[in-house]
């Protein structure tokens, strides 16, 4: 797959002359000259399937092929879907943006730390120059270290998930203080469930007589200043993942999983802070 790159620096600034984006070029991407991602095979393409960009960077598998960001230095992304421009008789335009950004300067080559596959900079010198807004979501790595999840997913615990204004949490796990993972996925058109999620909120609708199963969708989230963060989407394509409680092999222990697609992303612009583990949206 070939493709055109715009290099930002960390300060949010374009690379400007020929000279620094060779510069950043080299620095983002160190291997770029053999770099491989797209998909594997056409036939992927058929049905619902896509071009995979490879935005999880790091996986815990050897025999998982490097991803896109995978092969590089990159240390933060962002997905602009907010942006608009008129186009004449046709009418607005959606303008989609994906930046990437290197490591901050004092997260330097000689101040990084290898920890198994993973690339760690100097993260406490860089958050003193590039904190993270207020609004940030801790990410955690629980699928993946404790749950056999092949990659590290960006994800979140919810604080709460309401559906048509009901908990989607059954009072079995609130009394057992599960938690509810969130996998960010702009891959993910509407939203997927663990399937004991999937027949409880099932349960809910009938009993209640309600209209519509997925009507209109609450997430929230405690960002890391203790306030509420909060992502919505109305009639969300839900679909349970799986036939058992085992994505990976191994069991969740009774936590739940949900993947929050594009139906709670669209028109938001989601920053994720790789080596910070951090994620946070701007409107």
């Known amino acids: 797959m070939e493709g055109s790159f715009s290099f930002v620096l960390d300060d949010g600034y374009e690379v400007g002359t020929i000279e620094r984006r060779s510069m950043q070029q080299s620095t983002l991407f160190p291997i770029s000259s053999n770099m491989t991602f797209g998909i594997v095979s056409e036939s992927l393409m058929d049905g619902p399937g896509g071009i995979f960009m490879g935005l999880v960077k790091y ?39 994906l930046t990437l950004y290197g490591p901050p300067p004092a997260a330097a080559a000689d101040s990084a730390v290898v920890v198994g596959r993973r690339i760690r900079y100097d993260v406490a010198n860089a958050m003193s120059m590039r904190l993270p807004p207020r609004n940030a979501i801790p990410l955690v790595q629980d699928l993946n270290g404790k749950y056999g999840d092949p ?29 509810l993972y969130c996998i960010f996925d702009t891959g993910c058109s509407g ?16 009993a209640n007589k309600e209209k519509s199963l997925w009507g209109k969708v609450d997430v929230e989230f405690l960002s890391i200043s203790g306030d509420i963060v909060a992502l919505s989407a109305k009639r969300p394509i839900t679909t349970p993942m799986g036939i058992d409680e085992r994505p990976w092999g191994k069991s969740l222990d009774g936590h739940g999983i949900i993947v929050l697609g594009l139906a709670f992303l669209d028109g938001m ?8 583990d951090n994620i946070w949206f701007d409107r």
């Open 191 to 206: 939203m997927s469930v663990s399937p004991s999620l999937f027949d409880a909120r099932y349960d809910v609708a009938r």
């Open 269 to 276: 612009r989601m920053v994720v802070d790789i080596d910070g």
């Open 59 to 97: 996986a815990a598998n050897d025999r998982i092929r490097p991803s896109f960001l995978g092969q590089s230095c990159v240390s933060r992304f962002s997905i602009d879907l907010r942006g608009k421009i008129r186009c004449g008789v046709g009418g607005d335009v959606a303008m989609k943006a």
């Open 151 to 179: 990659t590290v997913h960006y994800v979140g615990v919810a604080y709460t998930i309401k559906v048509n204004g009901s908990d989607l949490v059954p009072p079995s796990m609130t009394r057992r203080k599960k938690k």
